[in-house]
């Protein structure tokens, strides 16, 4: 419904939804057991509404860009849409360039700037699009394969600093570029060959990201993230990087594979875990809010901070897995926040069905 031709960035928006809802009810047809059974709740109407829920989203947007685009198009738009592709060496110097600034300059928003740092966070994500543009242009050429490569490690490398899981997001970038070239209705033999390379290699980073998440959260989490955020870990981006590879080194050999497994299997299923605890409570122990929660986000979004810079901090989303899920959650005394998922927070808003509106 959202997938056309060099545009699979919704599919892979809505697909990364999808893993999320079903990861713990597959989970449990596989196994017998949700991964956490203490906060299991209503799994298979939580599954039943966030799916229908995904779908109202997916025809919502299909609907959206079937009116915008059978609108008559300007001769600026008609020019915008005559695309060729770019210059493989010309767009890696400018990947290189911006990258490498950014292994001089760490800047982080809040610090710099707290009231703006939505728009600062934005602009440093520019060498990211640079960096996707490389990836597609040599795809579509098919040649500059050497760039690629160097500009991958480039980009790769000061992500390993991070305390977050950031490692991974280069490989879904891969994975999006592949998709853009992917074209299985084409007679072509060029692109049919194309195709098989695109199916290989999108099937390889998969699994080469399944394997990190399992590793992630079956090891190296609990051991890499205390590290850097007591300041263990510092220096350079190469440093720091040389760190992670021998953390690394020590960690992942002692990593059971059933354990991390079930580990990267809670972490994906809680959202839909706690949205099946809310069916229990909402509206039998806790009322439905009528629109508050949808409304708090909207005044939220369309007041920016640097214009209004009174407006107050969100805070964490853990009270609402307390409050309307019933569960304990780590929020920010832990530094942390846990989230409900907004298909939650629609039924406690609005119930069924108006939660798909």
Known sequence: MVWRAGEPFLAYALFFQWLFITTG???????????????????????????????????????????????????????????????????????????????????VPMA??????????????????????????????????????????????????SHMSAFSGIFFVLLVALACEWR??????????????????????????????????GGMKSVWRPKVLKGEVSGSVLSKAHAFGLTASEVIPTVDLETAILSLSQRMSSGIGY????????????????????????????????????????????FLVRQYAGKSAAGLEQGTSIGLGYMGEFYIDFGFPLMFV
Not at 55 to 77: H, M, V
Not at 288 to 295: F, R
């Open 275 to 318: 949205f099946g605890c809310v069916l229990q409570r909402v509206p039998t122990v806790m009322p439905h809010e009528n629109g508050k929660l949808t409304m708090r986000a909207l005044n939220h979004i369309v007041k920016p901070r640097f214009l209004f810079p009174e407006k107050p901090n969100l805070g964490s989303d853990s």
């Open 112 to 161: 710099f700037w707290f009231n703006g740092a939505q728009i600062i966070s934005n602009l440093l994500a520019f060498p990211s699009i640079l960096f996707l543009v490389l990836l597609l242009a040599v795809i579509q050429r098919q040649h500059g394969y050497g760039y690629a490569a160097t500009a991958s490690l480039l980009v790769w490398i000061p992500s390993l600093g």
């Open 25 to 107: 009810f597959l989970y449990r047809q596989i196994t017998g057991f949700f991964p956490d059974p203490s906060i299991e709740g209503d799994l298979d109407r939580a599954v039943l509404l966030s799916l229908i829920g995904l779908f109202c989203l997916a025809a919502g947007i299909r609907l959206s860009l079937w009116y915008f685009s059978s609108r008559p198009r300007s001769p600026r738009d008609k020019l915008l849409l005559q695309h060729r592709p770019y210059d493989v060496r010309k767009v890696f110097w400018f990947v290189t360039i911006t990258t490498l600034l950014g292994w001089q300059v760490r800047l």
């Open 184 to 217: 299985p209705w084409s007679n072509s033999l060029r692109k049919r060959l194309l195709n098989r390379w695109v199916i290989t290699a999108g099937a390889a980073l998969s699994f080469l990201l399944l394997i990190m998440a399992v590793l992630w959260c």
